[in-house]
């Protein structure tokens, strides 16, 4: 039987001043109907240079196919013009890109996006291609076709513009759908629901999936087979719990080891003092709320509570996780922390001083003890600026003398793992997890004594990401920061948490320690939260380690359990008293 895609010894050649030689060096791979073939690998590892191959969207020249075959249900793609591969894209093979957002066009409604794929391939009954949009919307399970079709994709949530983009895939029905990191910044509520459809459209339509991830938690939900890649070559290629469960290549047992588990220790324990005095960092009864849109002219405008009293305490030293999905309420609480939004009502009491109201040069006194490590570290650095201005830029507006805050960045740098090279070098140098240290650094350089860590590693590879991880627990441990950790995955949230608070509308639901939390749930959204991590149900045995028996005077002395987990701060206001903040000066 025929593949309905067949790779054979495909080799794309890279630019003459690069790493590397080739982006992807002889390569084989086969798709089946009704198939989910999933190629796994670190960035630079060739999977979406692959995927761009497969579509004939290469950069002319940048990337030059110098060698191989890429048949689609037997014809050689390589072999078609530019008008005939036009005609194949869209009608016989799609793709779902990673960001919606930048797949869609802004200023155009999402009904329009959908229709014009119909245009470019002959439909020309206008009744006929607004009947296949409402229909397709609907397929996708999003809300109210009717008005939807009429939205921009600003006016969408993450989720359901990668619905609209995986419409806009489908539309012509085409027989390989090709999806490139297509859950990677989505929470796991609406990742799962992602996948979901997609392995639906597979089983009702009988198409064949490349499914591009680094995800090995999204591999044991959706994959049949997997393709694992390395520096441009396929290491190892095999039915799924084979690869999974029996890993024979070094590189992908490596990546396997990297997948973030539940953890129930991290390796810290808060002191008695730390305990049981006054908390650095009180929220109480915190609202902040965001004016919608008219719905018609004389309509009222709508107003979305984004946060509804939400009170939460972090001790000094302590890390507090901030868990739930896309538009919780989580970044929103973190921006009100940092003074980079005012709230409506409600106190934020940071070191004994309210801090909701400050303006002018009391804000400005602020902002070096309480910094924010941002989600995407390319977007949130100057790609004008050398790395040296971008982290002593701050400082030195803060006050600090240029001669010291050179001397913070050197020590902030080699605390990240980055050499003093770097400060020469411009953001585009760097890879994205050596971007996320550069901005850990400008926050570091400040001497902080409170951090918003803000999703800083939903976007990373899961190598780079347990990296950055560490680094984060080694710099605790070393700084003795408290820190508020926004996430949208348990697992993560596990590894670095005290203590994890779960937001749902707006809303704490619920508060405790990651070990509490998965073993007894109290709220039903928590429930929906575990339910929805990516790989649980195909791999249950490596998610969380085993409780010991607890012992008759309430502690757990074996295993992970030898150390005092952190109580919860007290109810009362920090009225009094200043922790002196941390040495920053780099243990030698």
């Not at 989910?36 to 995927?51: H, I, L, R, Y």
């Amino acid at each position: 039987m025929s593949h309905l895609l067949e790779i054979r010894n495909l080799t794309v050649a890279l630019p003459d001043d690069s790493d590397r030689r080739n982006a992807v060096e002889n390569l084989s791979l086969q798709v089946d109907r009704g198939e989910t073939v999933c190629v796994v690998g670190e960035s630079g590892s060739g999977k979406s240079v692959t995927a761009h191959a497969v579509m004939q969207l290469l950069p002319r020249h940048a990337l030059t196919i110098s060698s191989g075959e890429i048949l689609l249900e037997g014809v050689n793609l390589l072999e078609l013009d530019t008008e005939a591969m036009r005609q194949y894209r869209g009608a016989r093979l799609a793709m779902v890109f990673q960001e919606p957002m930048t797949a869609l066009n802004p200023v155009m409604t999402v009904g329009d996006q959908i229709e014009e794929t119909l245009l470019a391939h002959g439909q020309r009954d206008g009744r006929i291609s607004r009947a296949k949009v409402l229909e397709l919307l609907a397929d996708m399970h999003l809300p109210d076709p009717q008005t939807l079709q009429h939205c921009y994709p600003f006016e969408l949530s993450g989720g359901q513009r990668q619905r609209v983009v995986i419409a806009m895939a489908m539309i012509m029905q085409p027989g390989l759908l090709i999806a490139d990191e297509p859950t990677t910044a989505l929470d796991v509520t609406t990742q799962a629901q992602i996948l979901k459809l997609i392995d639906s459209l597979k089983r009702r339509l009988g198409i064949g999936i490349l499914f591009i991830t680094h995800d090995f938690g999204v591999v044991a939900d959706i994959a049949d087979r997997v393709a694992v890649m390395q520096d441009g070559r396929v290491v190892e290629f095999g039915a799924c719990n084979d690869v999974l469960r029996h890993p024979q290549h070094p590189y992908t047992k490596k990546l396997i080891a990297a997948v973030p588990k539940l953890s129930t220790r991290n390796g810290l324990v808060l002191t008695q003092t730390q305990r049981q005095a006054e908390p650095l960092l009180r929220i109480y009864k915190l609202s902040k709320s965001y004016k919608g849109r008219r719905a018609g002219l004389l309509s009222r405008t709508s107003v979305v509570s984004a946060l509804n009293e939400v009170s939460l305490d972090i001790a000094d030293g302590e890390t507090v996780g901030l868990l739930g999905e896309s538009g919780s309420g989580k970044t929103t609480l973190g921006q009100c922390v940092v003074r980079l939004l005012d709230s409506d009502s409600g106190s934020i009491v940071f070191a004994g001083q309210s801090i909701e109201k400050l303006k002018g040069s009391a804000l400005h006194r602020l902002r070096p003890q309480i910094q924010m490590i941002f989600q995407d570290p390319y977007s949130s650095l100057n790609p004008r600026h050398k790395v040296g201005r971008i982290i002593t830029e701050n400082a030195i507006l803060h006050g600090v003398k240029r001669n010291e805050a050179n001397q913070r960045m050197l020590e902030v740098l080699q605390l990240v793992g980055l050499d003093a090279t770097a400060t020469e070098r411009y953001p585009h140098e760097f890879s994205g997890g050596q971007r996320q240290r550069i901005g850990i650094a400008r926050a570091l350089v400040l001497q902080p004594r409170l951090i918003v860590a803000d999703e800083p590693v939903s976007a990373l590879d899961v190598s780079v990401q347990k990296q950055v991880l560490a680094l984060l627990l080694d710099i605790r441990r070393k700084l003795g920061l408290s820190m508020l950790f926004i996430t949208h995955d348990l697992r993560v949230a596990s590894q670095v948490c005290d203590r994890i608070a779960i937001m749902h509308k707006g809303k704490i639901v619920e508060c405790n320690t990651a070990e509490e939390i998965y073993r007894s749930p109290e709220h039903a959204y928590t429930r929906t939260l575990i339910d929805a991590m990516p790989g649980r149900q195909r791999a249950p045995d490596v998610q969380a380690q085993a409780v010991p028996e607890q012992q008759s005077d309430g502690t757990r002395s074996q295993g992970v359990w030898s150390q005092t987990v952190p109580a919860h701060a007290g109810d009362k206001f920090c009225e009094h008293g200043q922790v002196s903040p941390p040495n920053f000066k780099i243990a030698t």
